[in-house]
């Protein structure tokens, strides 16, 4: 009750929180893509829990189709195809989220060093920025991956050598137009030095329209990495990752299923993260992303 004796109607905690969530996400598209991203997170954190059989076993008949023993089937060895493919979430779906997050923070740094400093240091690293963004990006990722030999580790190095520039473009646009704002500029006054200004007064007005950029791109650093893994510049045998796992599947038309479910795995992260990322765009509305 208030002072004035209204009674106030108490809100539940759950109520509280869905009324915290943007409505853009609450929408039904922007729910079902937070529900599908968030379920295969889960099945990242708890897969080896809920696997039935080891995803590097061959023991089971080869070639089998989906039944009630083996919910996807069996791959040619005699491995359980839902056990590959739940562990393979975690080889992709992890890889991706790193090489995002290495991305960002790589192509921020440059960015906002670059439009706060200007002159010769904004030359030089946006030139090489350039240099990176002339080239096509699966083409580049492809000579990087095949340059340092076929392994994971070479595959996300390859994809982060390609994934940063966007960032520090997006970046550096915003840090050009808070250079000259007025708290910027009081900040100095008060004798904040470079590195503080950047740290207390540009990058908390560029972290958030960055996270929504990163939101989108997770989707398609998955899709990356399992197009070079495809390849067979990434995961190699026997890892369990969707991109090999369709890779292998070419050579056995008539087994429909050793290569639907990875891609159908693959297609449901890339829709989801890329839907959540708009709705999450549309709730925060950065203009700044929208190069």
Same mark, same amino acid.
């Given at each position: 009750m208030s002072d004035t004796g209204t009674v106030i109607p108490r809100v539940s905690f759950t109520r509280r929180i869905w009324r915290a969530i943007p409505r853009e996400i609450r929408m039904p598209v922007g729910m079902i893509a937070a529900l599908i991203a968030l379920g295969w997170i889960i099945i990242c954190i708890i897969g080896p829990s809920i696997i039935p059989y080891d995803p590097l076993t061959?023991? @089971? %008949?080869?070639?089998?189709?989906?039944?009630a023993q083996t919910w996807f089937g069996t791959d040619e060895l005699?491995?359980?195809?839902? +056990?590959?493919?739940?562990?393979?979430?975690?080889?992709?779906?992890? @890889?991706?989220l790193l090489l995002v997050i290495a991305s960002m923070i790589i192509?921020?740094?440059?960015?906002?060093?670059?439009?706060f400093f200007g002159r010769w240091v904004d030359e030089v690293l946006m030139r090489m920025t350039d240099i990176v963004l002339a080239f096509p990006t699966v083409i580049l990722a492809m000579v990087t991956a095949a340059a340092l030999g076929a392994s994971l580790f070479n595959a996300v190095l390859a994809a982060l050598i390609v994934s940063w520039p966007p960032?520090?473009?997006?970046?550096? +646009?915003?840090?050009?137009?808070?250079?000259?704002?007025?708290?910027?500029?009081?900040?100095?006054?008060?004798?904040?030095?470079?590195?503080?200004?950047?740290?207390l007064d540009i990058l908390p007005n560029v972290g958030g329209p960055t996270l929504v950029m990163a939101s989108l791109?997770?989707?398609?650093?998955?899709?990356?990495?399992?197009?070079? +893994?495809?390849?067979?510049?990434?995961?190699?045998?026997?890892?369990?990752?969707? =991109?090999?796992?369709?890779?292998?599947?070419?050579?056995?038309?008539?087994?429909?299923?050793?290569?639907?479910? %990875?891609?159908?795995?693959?297609?449901?992260?890339?829709?989801?993260?890329?839907?959540? =990322?708009?709705?999450?765009?549309?709730a925060f509305d950065p203009e700044e992303v929208r190069v």
């Open positions: 061959q023991d @089971l %008949p080869r070639l089998q189709p989906p039944s005699g491995r359980d195809l839902f +056990s590959r493919v739940i562990a393979g979430a975690r080889v992709t779906i992890s @890889l991706a192509g921020s740094l440059i960015g906002i060093i670059a439009g960032y520090a473009r997006v970046v550096r +646009s915003m840090v050009l137009s808070l250079r000259g704002a007025d708290f910027v500029a009081s900040g100095r006054l008060l004798g904040f030095s470079p590195l503080k200004s950047m740290r791109d997770i989707g398609n650093a998955a899709l990356l990495l399992s197009g070079l +893994s495809y390849l067979g510049l990434g995961a190699k045998p026997p890892t369990p990752e969707w =991109g090999s796992m369709i890779s292998a599947a070419v050579n056995h038309y008539d087994s429909w299923w050793l290569g639907w479910f %990875p891609g159908l795995a693959i297609c449901t992260v890339v829709i989801s993260f890329n839907f959540l =990322g708009d709705a999450l765009r549309d």
